[in-house]
C-alpha cells in the first residue's frame, strides 16, 4: 500500500522560500504521476503542480514563475519550492499521486498534509 | 478559473441518503467525464472516493456513488453512517486552454457532512 509523508518548516518568512519534500513508500515515483495541492486555512482545495513519469511539469499559472516540482528517483520523493512567499501562501500542504493514464484526471493517494506559516 | 461550487454544509440522519452538488462550468464538469470525488477527515490524509465521474475505487463502500448531468456533478451517500461525517471535495479536469493559461485541475470548496 502507497504510503505518502510530507516534510518541510512550518514556518518561513516572508519573501523567503519554502521547500517541501514528500516521501514515497510502497510504489515507485517512475510509474506515476505526482502532485502538489495545498488548503489555506477555512478554504477549499487548490491545486500546485503536476509531475509526469517522463519529468514533464505542470505549473498552477496563478504560481508559475514561483513555483517548481522536481523528483529524485533515487530517493523516491519529490519536492515543491516557492519562491518569495507571502502570507497568501500560508496553507496545509498536501502531496498526491495521479494515475498515469492519458491525462492527469484524478488524485489516488494523498499524504496527510504539511502546514506551512508565512510570518515574520 | 473560480473554484467549483459546492454547499457549505449537508446533514442527515444516520440511515438517510444525502447528496453534494458540486457545480462547475461548460470548461470544466460540463466538458469532460473527469470529475472525482475526496473524502477528508481533518489530520487524515485525504481518500478518493469516486473517479470519473462515478467509478468507485476498491475497498469504497457501494454506498457512495457519483453522477454528472451537464455543468453539475453529484455525490450520493445512502445509509449515511457516522464514520461519513467528513468534510467532501470534488475535483474536476479543466483541459489546456491554447493559451497554457488553464489550471489543469480545479477543486470546490468543500462540502461539511454532518450525522444528525
Known amino acids: 500500500q502507497v504510503h505518502l509523508q510530507e516534510s518541510g518548516p512550518g514556518l518561513v518568512s516572508p519573501s523567503e522560500t519554502l521547500s517541501l519534500t514528500c516521501a514515497v513508500s510502497g510504489a515507485s515515483i517512475n510509474n506515476y504521476y505526482w502532485s502538489w495541492i495545498r488548503q489555506p486555512p477555512g478554504k477549499g482545495l487548490e491545486w500546485i503542480a503536476y509531475i509526469y513519469d517522463n519529468g514533464i511539469t505542470d505549473y498552477s499559472p496563478s504560481l508559475r514563475g514561483r513555483v517548481t516540482i522536481s523528483k529524485d528517483t533515487s530517493k523516491n520523493q519529490f519536492s515543491l519550492t516557492l519562491n518569495s512567499v507571502t502570507a497568501a501562501d500560508t496553507a496545509l500542504y498536501f502531496c498526491?499521486?495521479?494515475?498515469?493514464?492519458?491525462?492527469?484526471?484524478?488524485?489516488?493517494?494523498w499524504g496527510q498534509g504539511t502546514l506551512v506559516t508565512v510570518s515574520s | 478559473q473560480s473554484a467549483l461550487t459546492q454547499p457549505a454544509s449537508v446533514s442527515g440522519s444516520p440511515g438517510q441518503s444525502i447528496t453534494i452538488s458540486c457545480t462547475g462550468t461548460?470548461?470544466?464538469?460540463?466538458?469532460?467525464?473527469?470529475v472525482s470525488w475526496y473524502q477528508h477527515h481533518p489530520g487524515k490524509a485525504p481518500k478518493l472516493m469516486i473517479y470519473e465521474v462515478s467509478i468507485r475505487p476498491s475497498g469504497v463502500s457501494d454506498r457512495f456513488s457519483g453522477s454528472k448531468s451537464g455543468n453539475m456533478a453529484s455525490l450520493t451517500i445512502s445509509g449515511l453512517q457516522a464514520e461519513d461525517e467528513a468534510d467532501y471535495y470534488c475535483s474536476s479536469y479543466t483541459g489546456v486552454s491554447t493559451l497554457g493559461s488553464s489550471t489543469l485541475a480545479i477543486f470546490g470548496g468543500g462540502t461539511k457532512v454532518t450525522v444528525l
Open positions: 461548460s470548461s470544466d464538469v460540463g466538458s469532460y467525464n473527469l
Open positions: 498526491a499521486r495521479v494515475p498515469p493514464i492519458a491525462v492527469p484526471s484524478y488524485f489516488d493517494s
